[in-house]
C-alpha cells in the first residue's frame, strides 16, 4: 500500500471533510451529521463502559433526556442561561449516576445494565407525566445556545459546537485511557488482580458510569437547543438499546468505533426506514429487526465489531518505542534484614466441609528466601490468598510489618507494602508488556482522572513508566516492553507479573510458581534475580513444583500436606526428610 | 494379548501459544490399569481433558478402534462408557447425595436404560458410606466421601474405561489405601481403568501399566512394577540428584 | 378507599402477580442453566397472546412462517455442524425435525377449521407455532456463543428482544388483541364480585408452578437442568450437554410465556410491544429473588402486582414508575447484605 494513505492524513482528510458539510451540503444532511455528532456522544460513554469496564447500560436514552430537559426547564420556566443549566444537568446527572452505581456495582455485572431499565423506564414515563415538563406534548421554546456573543441559532452554526463537542471528548477519553488511571480502567474485568494492586475497582467503575452518563446528558443538553423543542419520544428505553446498538456495532474496543457505529446506524436507518416497507408492501419497524439481526451476527462473528476490520484497510500508526528517562519515583524504607515481616498463626481455612488449610503456621523475615512447598492439593494457594487478602482466613491471625491483616482486603494489604503473581497468569493480555508491569505502580502515582484527561499527569506518567521500564529490564524483558503481554509465552508472562509486583516496590513479594513454565535458562536468570532483591532486603515467599529450582535459591523451605505444616528447615534436611519423600512420592501399602 | 481399548498417538494441546503436551502416545488394554504419574504441572490432567474431548487438541484418539477427536462430543463419549471422575470432582454441591448419582446415568437414562434404581444399588455396594448419606447434600460432604461420590457418580455410567483425575489428592493416607482398594475391585468387575496420579508408590502398586509424564511427553513407560523400581522416577519428582531432566 | 376497592385490588394484584410468578421463575431458571438474562420473554407473552386472539377469530397463526424460517435456519446449522463432524447418518432426521415438520404443520392448520375449534384446540395450536420458537433462538443466537461473558449474552437477548418486536408488528399489527374469556360471568365473594376468568388464571398459574416444582424435583431432566445451573462441568461430564439443556429451558420460557399470554388475554387487550412491561415485572420478581430462588422471585413477583395494582388506583399515571422503583431498595439490600464479586477471568 502506498504511503499517499497514513493515518494521520486519514485523520486530517475526515476533519477537513467534517467542516465542510455545513457549508456545501443540503440541510438535510447537515441535520442527520449534527444527530450523528450527538449519537455519537452518547455512544462513545458506552464503548468506554462496555469495552473497557466490561458493564453496560440500557438507560444512556434517559441520561440524553435528563440533560435535554434540565436545560428545557430551567431556561424556559426560571429564563436560567444555557450555560447554567449545562452545569445543573451535569450535576443531577453525577448525583443519579453515582447512586445507580452505588446500589448495583457491588453486585455481579449484570445489575448495572437491569438497573438501568427500570431507570430508562421510569424516567420515560416521569417525563410523560410531570405537568410541570410539559407532559406527553413536551416543552417547546427553548433559546438558542449564545457563544461569546454569536447566537447559534441554525443547524449549521451549531454543528460546530457538536462537533467540536464530540471531538474534545474523544481526545480527553483517549488522553485518560493512555494514563495510570486508564490502565486500572483498562484492567477492571480481572478484579482479583486489580485490586491486589491496591486499585478500587468499584471506584473505578463508578467513574466510567459516570463519564458515560455525563457524555449523554451533554450530548441531551445539545440536543435540546438544537432542536429548541423536547418531548419524551427520544428519551425512551428503545432509543437506550440503539445507542448500545451502535456502540457494539462501531466496536466498543475503539473509540473511534463509537462515531463509525453512530454514522453506520443512523444512515442505515433512513436508508431502511424508506426502503423496506416499499419492498414488503407492509408497515412495520423492519429497520428495529434489521438492528437486532445485525447486532446479533457482528457479536458471533467479530466481537470488536466493524472498527477494527475497517481499520486493517488503514495502515496504523505505530505506536511510541521509547520509554523517556525520567526522575525514580520515591521508595519506601525497607527494614533490615532478619526481621520478621510475615508472621502466619494458626491460620485455618475452610470452604464449606472441607479444611484447606488447618492450623497453618509461619514466618518470613526480610532479606530472605522461604519456599513452600507440598504435594498437589496440599493447600499452598488457598495459603497464598489468605495472607493478600484474596480470600481471607476462616480462623487465625496474620501480621505483615507488626500490622495484623487477616481481615484487611487484599487492596488495603497492597497499601502496606506487599505484591504478589498467580499461578494462573493474570495479565491483561491486549496491553503492552510496559503498561501491564505499570499497573503495579499504580498506589505510587496521585493524578486523578480528570488531570489525566487534560494531560496534567505527564511528569508522573514518565515517572511511573520509567519505573516499569526499569523493572522489567532487570527481570531481562527489555525487549519485549512495546509487545502485546498475550503474545510472549507463559513463562515469560509469569515474569512479566513479577516485574508488575516489583513495581510496587514491596517489602514482601508472593510468588505462586515463578518458575513454571520457564526453560533451564531462564530459570537461571530468575533465581539469579531473586536473590539479588534478596540480598537488597526483601522477603520473598515462593509456592514453585521445581524442586531444582527450590532447593537451590530457599534459605528456608516449609512443606505442607492436608493443609497442615508438615516439616520446615534448610533445603538439605527437607530433602532428605523421610516424611516429605513419602508425602510426595505416596507411601501406602497396598 | 488383551485387545486395545483406546489409543493415542501423538497427541498435541495447546494454551495460546504454549504447547502443554507434546506427542503423548499411549495405550489402554481392556481390563487393565494403566497409570500416568509425573509431578505437578506435567500435563497429565491436560491429556484427560483432551481424551475427554474437553480441549482442542491434535494428533489422534481412538476409543474402541473409533477416532474420535473432533468427531465424537462429550455427551457421545459418556454414551460410550468413557466417563472422566475430574481432579476438582465437580459435584452437584445443593443436591442430594442420590440425586447426584441419579445424573451419572444421564447418558444412559437418555438412551433408554431405565435400571438406575439397581445400579444405585450395586454403587451402595462398593461405596456403603454413600448409602448412609443418600439424603445429604454434597456439598457437606467431607473430602474422602466427596471423592467416592465422583466415583459412584461415574460408575452409574457403567463405563468401559474409568478416568480417574488424582483420586488421592487432599487425602488422608486411610482414605487413599481404601480408594485404591476399590480401584483394584472394579479392575476385578472388569473396568478398565486410567488413573492419573502424584501419588506415584501407590498407583505403581495397583497398575498393570504407567508412563511418566514429565513437562508435557512421556518420560518413561513400562510395566508397573519395574517402574516401581526405577530411581529415575524419584528423581523427576524431587530432583535429588540435581539433573534437570530425565527425558534426556 | 372502601374495603370493597381494597379487596378488588387485591384480586387484580394476585390475578397479575400470578403471571409475573410464572414468568418470574422461567426467567431465573433461563438465567441459572444459561446465564441469559431472557429480556425478549415478554414478547412471548405478546405473540401467545395475539396469536390466540388471530386463532380464535379464523386467521392462521400470523407467526408460522417465522417458525418455519428458523426451522430451516436451524436445519442448516445443524447440518453444517454434522457434516463437519462426519455424521451423514444424521442428516435426514435434523432436516425433518426442524424444517420438515414446520413445513407439514404449516400445510395441516390450513385445512382446519380454525374459527370452530373447541377453545383448547385453539390455545394448543397457538402454542405449537410460538412455542418453538423459544428452542429455536436458543440454536440460532445463543447456542454459537454460549461460552461468552452474561454482558454479551445480556446484549444478544435485548437484540432478539428488538427483532422480536419489530416482527410483532409485522405480524399482528398496530392494533391490541383481546379473547373471550374461558368461562363468562362470576360471581360475588362477600363485598367483592369474582371473574371466572380470574380465577382460571390463578388455578392454572399455580398449576404450572406445582408441574415446573414436581419437573425439577421429581424428574431426571429437571434434575440435570438444576445440575447444570449448579456445575456447568460437572454436568457436561454426566453427558448432559449445555446445548441440550440451554434448549430445554428455551422451551420451557416459551411455553410458560406464550401460555401466560393466552391466560391474560380475556382480561387485558395485549398489543405487539406490552409484552416487554409485563416480562419485566416478571423480572422485578426475579430480582427480589436475586435472580437465584424460586420462591423468593414468585413471592416477589405476587408483591409486584399487588403493588401495581393498588398504584394504579392512587396514583395511576405513576404506576410504572413505583413498580421499577421497588427494586431499587431491593438491589440495595442486596449490594449491602453480601459482598458479591464477579471475576470473569476465574474459571
Redesign the interface.
Known amino acids: 500500500m502506498s504511503r499517499l494513505f497514513t493515518p494521520n492524513r486519514a485523520l486530517l482528510g475526515f476533519l477537513l471533510a467534517l467542516s465542510l458539510v455545513p457549508l456545501f451540503a443540503a440541510p438535510f444532511t447537515v441535520t442527520l451529521v449534527n444527530y450523528i455528532g450527538l449519537y455519537a456522544l452518547v455512544a462513545l460513554g458506552l464503548v468506554l463502559l462496555t469495552g473497557i469496564g466490561g458493564l453496560t447500560s440500557f438507560g444512556q436514552a434517559a441520561f440524553v433526556g435528563l440533560g435535554a430537559y434540565a436545560t428545557a426547564y430551567l431556561t424556559t420556566r426560571h429564563g436560567m442561561s444555557p450555560w447554567g443549566t449545562l452545569i445543573v444537568g451535569m450535576v443531577i446527572t453525577t448525583a443519579v449516576s453515582l447512586a445507580l452505581g452505588f446500589i448495583t456495582l457491588r453486585l455481579s455485572g449484570h445489575f448495572l445494565p437491569l438497573g438501568t431499565i427500570a431507570w430508562g423506564i421510569s424516567l420515560y414515563f416521569i417525563f410523560g407525566n410531570l405537568e410541570a415538563l410539559g407532559g406527553h406534548g413536551g416543552i417547546d421554546g427553548i433559546p438558542a445556545v449564545d457563544l461569546f456573543g454569536l447566537e447559534l441559532g441554525s443547524g449549521r452554526a451549531f454543528f460546530y459546537v457538536i462537533w467540536a463537542t464530540l471531538l474534545a471528548a474523544i481526545v480527553t477519553t483517549q488522553n485518560m485511557l493512555d494514563s495510570r488511571e486508564g490502565r486500572a480502567m483498562r484492567c477492571l474485568r480481572s478484579m482479583t488482580m486489580t485490586e491486589a494492586m491496591g486499585i478500587n475497582t468499584l471506584w473505578y467503575r463508578m467513574v466510567l458510569f459516570m463519564i458515560a452518563a455525563q457524555f449523554a446528558c451533554v450530548s441531551g443538553w445539545l440536543y435540546a437547543h438544537l432542536q429548541r423543542f423536547v418531548n419524551p419520544t427520544p428519551f425512551s428505553l428503545g432509543h437506550g438499546i440503539e445507542y448500545l446498538f451502535m456502540a457494539v456495532l462501531g466496536g466498543t474496543a475503539a473509540v473511534w468505533g463509537a462515531v463509525f457505529g453512530a454514522t453506520a446506524v443512523t444512515f442505515l436507518k433512513e436508508w431502511l426506514q424508506d426502503l423496506l416497507p416499499k419492498l414488503l408492501g407492509a408497515t412495520g419497524n423492519f429497520e428495529m429487526v434489521v438492528f437486532g439481526l445485525l447486532t446479533i451476527i457482528v457479536l458471533h462473528r467479530t466481537r470488536d465489531g466493524l472498527w477494527p476490520i475497517l481499520m486493517r484497510f488503514i495502515p496504523q500508526r505505530e505506536g511510541k518505542k521509547t520509554v523517556e528517562p525520567a526522575l525514580p519515583l520515591p521508595r519506601r524504607d525497607l527494614p533490615t534484614t532478619g526481621r520478621e515481616v510475615l508472621q502466619v498463626k494458626n491460620v485455618t481455612k475452610r470452604f ?3 479444611v484447606a488449610n488447618d492450623r497453618m503456621n509461619l514466618t518470613v523475615r526480610a532479606g530472605e528466601v522461604m519456599a513452600l512447598i507440598g ?5 499452598k494457594s488457598t495459603l497464598f490468598n489468605c495472607i493478600s487478602g484474596v480470600n481471607p482466613p476462616t480462623e487465625g491471625e496474620i501480621h505483615f510489618m507488626d500490622q495484623r491483616i487477616d481481615a484487611l482486603s487484599s487492596r488495603e494489604i497492597a497499601k502496606l507494602g506487599m505484591s504478589r503473581t498467580f499461578q494462573h497468569v493474570r495479565l491483561n493480555q491486549d496491553m503492552t508488556v510496559l503498561e501491564n508491569a505499570a499497573i503495579g505502580a499504580h498506589l505510587r502515582g496521585r493524578k486523578n482522572f480528570v488531570q489525566s484527561a487534560w494531560r496534567l499527569d505527564r511528569e508522573e506518567e514518565r515517572r511511573l513508566l520509567w519505573e516499569a521500564s526499569h523493572q522489567l529490564e532487570r527481570c531481562g524483558l527489555g525487549e519485549h516492553l512495546f509487545d502485546a503481554a ?2 510472549l ?3 515469560k508472562q509469569r515474569i512479566v507479573e513479577i516485574a508488575r509486583a516489583l513495581c510496587s516496590d514491596p517489602t514482601l513479594l508472593l510468588l505462586d ?1 515463578p518458575a ?2 520457564l526453560r ?1 535458562l531462564e530459570k537461571r536468570a530468575l533465581a539469579e534475580l531473586l536473590a539479588k532483591l534478596r540480598a537488597e532486603g526483601m522477603a520473598i515467599l515462593l509456592v514453585e ?4 529450582f527450590v ?1 537451590g535459591l530457599a534459605d528456608r523451605v516449609v512443606v505442607m500436606e ?2 497442615e505444616h508438615l516439616a520446615e528447615g534448610l533445603p538439605q534436611e527437607i ?1 532428605t526428610n523421610p516424611k516429605v ?1 513419602e508425602a ?7 | 494379548m488383551k485387545p486395545t481399548l483406546l489409543e493415542t498417538q501423538d497427541l498435541c494441546v495447546n ?4 504447547e502443554a503436551i507434546h506427542k503423548v502416545s499411549i495405550r489402554i488394554r481392556e481390563g487393565d490399569i494403566v497409570t500416568v504419574i509425573g ?3 506435567a500435563g497429565k490432567t491436560t491429556l484427560l481433558s483432551a481424551l ?1 474431548g ?1 480441549l482442542p487438541a491434535r494428533g489422534e484418539v481412538a476409543y474402541q478402534g473409533q477416532p474420535t477427536l ?6 457421545g463419549l ?2 460410550k462408557g468413557l ?2 471422575v ?1 481432579e ?8 442430594s447425595v442420590a ?1 447426584n448419582l ?6 444412559r ?2 438412551r433408554g436404560a431405565r435400571d ?1 434404581a439397581r445400579t444405585m444399588e450395586e454403587v451402595f455396594a462398593i461405596f456403603p458410606r454413600l448409602a448412609e448419606r443418600r439424603a445429604q447434600e454434597a ?5 474422602g466421601e ?1 471423592q467416592m461420590l465422583a466415583m459412584g ?1 461415574a460408575l452409574m ?1 457403567k463405563p468401559t474405561l474409568l478416568m480417574l483425575d ?1 483420586p ?3 487425602l ?2 486411610l482414605i ?2 481404601e480408594i ?2 476399590i480401584v ?1 475391585q472394579l479392575k476385578d468387575m472388569g473396568v478398565s481403568v486410567l488413573l492419573v496420579e ?6 505403581l ?2 497398575a498393570d501399566y504407567g508412563y511418566v509424564l514429565e513437562n508435557g511427553s512421556v518420560a518413561l513407560e513400562s510395566d508397573a512394577r519395574t517402574l516401581l523400581n526405577d530411581p529415575r ?2 528423581e523427576s ?4 540428584g ?1 539433573s ?1 531432566s530425565i527425558a534426556a | 378507599m372502601d374495603f370493597s376497592v381494597a379487596l378488588l385490588l387485591a384480586q387484580d394484584g394476585v390475578t397479575n402477580g400470578a403471571i409475573y410468578a410464572l414468568l418470574s421463575l422461567a426467567l431465573v431458571l433461563v438465567f441459572a442453566v444459561t446465564r441469559v438474562i431472557f429480556i425478549p420473554q415478554g414478547e412471548f407473552v405478546a405473540y401467545g397472546a395475539l396469536s390466540m386472539a388471530a386463532i380464535n377469530a379464523g386467521f392462521l397463526p400470523p407467526t408460522m412462517w417465522l417458525v418455519v424460517t428458523l426451522g430451516i435456519a436451524v436445519a442448516v446449522v445443524e447440518s453444517v455442524a454434522a457434516l463437519r ?3 451423514t447418518a444424521r442428516l435426514p432426521m435434523i432436516v425433518f425435525r426442524n424444517a420438515v415438520l414446520p413445513i407439514l404443520a404449516v400445510i395441516a392448520v390450513r385445512y382446519l377449521p380454525l374459527k370452530s375449534l373447541a377453545y383448547p384446540l385453539q390455545v394448543a395450536i397457538a402454542l405449537a407455532f410460538v412455542v418453538p420458537l423459544g428452542p429455536q433462538i436458543y440454536r440460532l443466537a445463543f447456542q454459537p456463543v454460549a461460552e461468552a461473558t452474561v454482558l454479551l449474552l445480556l446484549i444478544v437477548s435485548v437484540a432478539v428482544h428488538f427483532m422480536l418486536v419489530g416482527l410483532g408488528l409485522y405480524f399482528f399489527g398496530a392494533e391490541g388483541g383481546r379473547t373471550p374469556a374461558f368461562t363468562d360471568g362470576g360471581f360475588t365473594l362477600g363485598p367483592t364480585y369474582v371473574q371466572f376468568q380470574t380465577l382460571w388464571i390463578v388455578g392454572i398459574a399455580a398449576l404450572l408452578i406445582a408441574g415446573l416444582a414436581l419437573f425439577f424435583e421429581r424428574s ?1 431432566y429437571g ?2 437442568l ?2 447444570t445451573a ?2 456447568r ?9 449445555a446445548d ?1 439443556a440451554g434448549k430445554l429451558c428455551f422451551t420451557l420460557a416459551a411455553l410458560v410465556g406464550a401460555f401466560s399470554g393466552i391466560l391474560i388475554a380475556p382480561i387485558t387487550t395485549i398489543y405487539y410491544d406490552t409484552g416487554f412491561l409485563i416480562g419485566l415485572k416478571g423480572f422485578v420478581g426475579a430480582i427480589i429473588g436475586g435472580l437465584a430462588s424460586y420462591p423468593l422471585a414468585a413471592a416477589g413477583a405476587i408483591l409486584v402486582g399487588l403493588l401495581e395494582s393498588y398504584s394504579s388506583f392512587y396514583a395511576s399515571a405513576y404506576k410504572e414508575v413505583i413498580v421499577f422503583t421497588l427494586i431499587i431498595p431491593v438491589l440495595l439490600w442486596q449490594s449491602l447484605a453480601k459482598h458479591h464479586v464477579d471475576d470473569e477471568d476465574e474459571h
Do not use: C, W
Request: hydrophobic letters at 40%.
Open positions: 464449606g466441609g472441607l504435594p498437589n492439593g496440599a493447600g498475550g503474545s509465552p507463559l513463562g510458581e513454571a513454565g533451564h513444583h521445581d524442586m531444582d532447593m492436608f493443609g530433602q519423600l510426595y512420592l505416596g507411601g501406602v501399602d497396598a | 494454551y495460546g501459544r504454549v509431578p505437578n504441572g475427554m474437553l473432533g468427531k465424537v462430543s462429550v455427551d459418556v454414551g466417563v472422566l475430574p476438582k470432582r465437580e459435584l452437584f454441591g445443593s443436591m440425586d441419579l445424573l451419572g446415568a444421564f447418558a437414562h437418555r438406575h456439598g457437606t460432604l467431607s473430602g466427596r457418580r455410567a488424582e488421592s489428592l487432599g488422608a493416607p487413599v489405601k485404591f482398594r483394584v502424584q501419588n506415584a508408590r501407590a498407583a502398586q495397583v522416577v524419584i519428582y524431587l530432583g535429588l540435581g534437570h | 463432524e462426519g455424521a431426571i434434575k440435570a438444576r445440575a449448579i456445575n462441568t460437572g454436568a457436561r461430564l454426566m453427558g448432559i450437554s441440550l
